[in-house]
Every structure is written in structure tokens, then in C-alpha cells.
């Protein structure tokens, strides 16, 4: 009880100051967080079905999410298209099996490969991906907030849709990618639209993806796709979830401690050499604050 | 709470400033949250210039002391690798 007493209520015992605000204190608290998260990266590595990453993203919802958004635009409804969601799984295995997050990935094939590999000959294309995303409403919601996202989801040109939802381990971390393809066959009829007549095979709106170079014919290899689509058991929590669980825990104490340290000296009036307890919360609430509205997901 | 809002009347220029420079790394970091280094930047400046004025408020109060010093850097150090954590994991 003492011990208590000691470490959260200031008297003369601990200087008049609580031993858990003293500098030597949150050294220690720092190290021992610190400790804790590698503990956390080696217990997600050796039990991913315990803590890990899980999502109830379906590619259905993502296509009616992305329909409902064209529909308050008064455009129409994208068809689903078998050979873009197969296109769409092919580019997230394809990211899994060769362990990037690209448009492009490493060996040099663009986004149209995946489209043509797939025997989708486009007039127009468009891809977007998401990543790390618990919700379909979130990843939509990034999607419409990005202003080159938002285009090529409200995009007039396109008709079709593909999207593939798998899970996998990407650059070391359990996630869950979002394949968005979009798409107009080659020679459809297209709405009239304000610029010049499309062009075949016509670059999407996504600007950072590199202009389209003729590919040359060699055998491309598919990836084979397991389980594609089919979502592992949920894992019990996510590592980032415990952490801030850690963190309110933590930065909730402290605060705690030092409210208790304002009251309890400022009405002794106890003179003493110490920062301001008050400035030291307002810190504290800050770190609060922005660590509990940080948000998984991640688009391209 | 009386005690408190005597504390802030007798320093209200300095909780102000200080008010300003928390809202703004609070505005920053959210700003940045599909950019993860330029959170941590965020982060690490904001931790940093609460540092710097805890040292400038002491010094004009005249008990400054490394002590103090001291203090103020641990609570920005433990703030800072939190989010750091937490931008991260993300």
C-alpha cells in the first residue's frame, strides 16, 4: 500500500513529487514500452493466428460501395466482370508472391498486364488498391477522399469492375489487399464525353502510374492463387489495437498521476524544482489524442 | 480546477503559446495520417519544440534547472516513441 502511495501521491517521503512523474520514472516506462513492442513484433511473427490482421472486406461490398458512390453522381452502376476480378486477384497475388506494393511491380509489368494477361482487351483501364483496411466503408471513403481515387471510381468511361480481396503477409506484415480494376472493353459503345473520342487502350486517370509502352510478347507467368478470397479464422486482436490499448493505459495513468500531483501540491503550496505539471498533461493528452485517431490503411 | 485556472491566468501568454504549438502538431499529424514519415516528423518536431519551451518558459520564471530540463525530455521522449509505435504498427 505504501508502495502505491509512493509511487502516485506526492509527500515527503518522494520529495513531493509522486515517484511514477520523476524523470528516472518514465525513463524506465519508456524502456519498458519500448521492450514491449519487440515483444509484440516477435510474438506476431511466431503466433500470426493469435495477433495478426483481419478485415470483413468483401469484393461484393466494395463493388456496391463503389456503385452507390456513381449513383449519387447519377452515373451507372459498374458491371461486375469476371475476367477483371480475375485480373484484380492475379495483381494481388502477384504483389504477395513478389512482395511489393506498387502499381508496377518490380520486374517492370504494369497494371494493363494483369488486364490483358487476364484476356480483357480494355478501351479504358484504371486500377486502385488499398491495404491494412478493417472495413469496406473506410477503403471506399480513402478511395473517394484521394482526388485521383475519386476519379477513376466516378469515372464516366468506365463500365466494368473487378476487385479481388485477399489476405497475405506483405513486406513482413499479415495484411489484407484490395485490388480495384476498372474498365471499359475495347470497342464498346462509350458515352459521349466532352474531350476528343477515346484512344484504344487509353492510360487511366491515375497519374502516378507510368505512360504504357508496348509490351513485348513473352510467356508470362501466373501466379498461382491459393484460398484466393477466402478469409482466415479472425485473429484474436491486431498488434496495433493492443498497442493502443497500451498506450491509453499508459499515457491514462500518467495523466492520472499528474493531475493528482497539481491538486495535491498546489494546495499545500509546497515550494519545489519541478516542471509544470499542468504543460506536462497537456503534452500527455496530446500524444493521447493523436495516437487513438491514427488509422490503419494504406491506398495507391 | 481553481488552482489550475490560477496557474494558467498567472501564464497565460506561455499556455498559449504552448496550446498553439500542441494544436498544431495535432493538426499536422492528422494531416499526415496517409504519410507515415511525415507523421513521425510531426511528431518528433512537436515533442521537440514542447522541449524547447519548457526550457524558455523556466528560464523566463528564472528556475530553470537541469532537473527540469530533464523531466520535460523524458515526458516528450515517452510521447514521441509512442507514436512513433503507433505510426508504425499501422
Known sequence: ???????????????????????????????????????????????????????????????????????????????????????????????????????????????????TDAGYKYQYAGENLARDFRDPEAVIRAWMNSPSH???????????????????????????????????????????????????????????????????????????????????????????????????????????AFAIDILVVSRRDTPRISSHSLAQMMFLLFVLVAGLLIKGGAIL | MKIIFEDIKEHFVHYLVLLFLLASGGLAFFYFQRFPQAQIVSAFLTASFYVLWGVIHHYLEGDLHLRVVVEYMAVALLGFLVLFTLVNRV
Not at chain 1, 502511495?5 to 518514465?26: E, V, Y
Not at chain 1, 477513376?152 to 479481388?164: H, L, P, R, S
Open chain 1, 1 to 115: 500500500m505504501s508502495a502505491i502511495w509512493n509511487f502516485f501521491f506526492p509527500h515527503r517521503g518522494n520529495n513531493h513529487k509522486a515517484q511514477i512523474i520523476k524523470a528516472s520514472s518514465l525513463f524506465v516506462l519508456t524502456f519498458l514500452f519500448l521492450v514491449l513492442q519487440v515483444g509484440l513484433n516477435f510474438f506476431v511473427l511466431a503466433k500470426p493466428s493469435v495477433l495478426g490482421f483481419s478485415s470483413n472486406i468483401t469484393p461484393e461490398r466494395i463493388i456496391e460501395l463503389t456503385n452507390l458512390e456513381r449513383s449519387k453522381l447519377g452515373l451507372a452502376d459498374l458491371k461486375l466482370n469476371q475476367l477483371l476480378s480475375e485480373a484484380a486477384r492475379q495483381k494481388a497475388a502477384d504483389m504477395f508472391a513478389f512482395n511489393y506494393w506498387a502499381h508496377v511491380s518490380p520486374s517492370g509489368r504494369t497494371p494493363w498486364t494483369f488486364f
Open chain 1, 150 to 256: 475519386r476519379e477513376n471510381v466516378v469515372n464516366e468511361k468506365y463500365q466494368e469492375i473487378g476487385v479481388a480481396v485477399v489476405d497475405g503477409s506483405l513486406q513482413g506484415v499479415e495484411t489484407t489487399l484490395v485490388v480495384q480494376l476498372l474498365g471499359t472493353p475495347y470497342g464498346a459503345i462509350s458515352k459521349p464525353v466532352e474531350k476528343a473520342a477515346p484512344k484504344p487502350a487509353e492510360k487511366p486517370v491515375v497519374a502516378e502510374l507510368p505512360k504504357e509502352e508496348e509490351q513485348q510478347t513473352q510467356p508470362v507467368e501466373t501466379v498461382p492463387v491459393e484460398t484466393l478470397g477466402e478469409k482466415k479464422q479472425s485473429v484474436l486482436t491486431s498488434p496495433l489495437d493492443l498497442t493502443k490499448a497500451l498506450v491509453i493505459f499508459v499515457i491514462g495513468v500518467l495523466i492520472g
